[in-house]
């Protein structure tokens, strides 16, 4: 069993920073791929980025590329999404999610998913 704590939401003017984080518990963080999913109000939960269980490859979304970077600290069982050049249309509830497989997660399926942490981007 893994469980899943994001933080790091907040309010921040268009142009600002973030940074999400999202702490794991249970065993093995190591061994899952990390990923991170949006929710804006109305639409569908959407993938943001992911990475594999080494840090060793991360994938994106067309709409983040260039301006979110994903990263993760297995010591700490942690994952993070830095964000940059925020835009209004990334307001959303952010998600972390956790899956073995990579492909499981990308597509939406994973098994593990965090409460979710609010961003807001003012214009």
């Known amino acids: 069993q893994v469980q899943l704590v994001e933080s790091g939401g907040g309010l921040v003017q268009a142009g600002g920073s973030l940074r999400l984080s999202c702490t794991a518990s249970g065993r093995l963080f190591s061994n899952y791929a990390m990923g991170w999913f949006r929710q804006a109000p109305g639409k569908e939960r959407a993938f943001v980025s992911a990475i594999r269980w080494n840090g060793a490859n991360t994938y994106y979304a067309d709409s983040v590329e260039g301006r979110f970077t994903i990263s993760r600290d297995n010591a700490k069982n942690t994952v993070y999404l830095q964000m940059h050049s925020l835009e209004p249309e990334d307001t959303a509830v952010y998600y972390c999610?956790?899956?073995?497989?990579?492909?499981?997660?990308?597509?939406?399926?994973?098994?593990?998913w965090g409460q979710g942490t609010q961003v807001t981007v003012s214009s």
């Open positions: 999610a956790a899956d073995l497989e990579l492909q499981s997660l990308i597509a939406g399926s994973s098994k593990y």
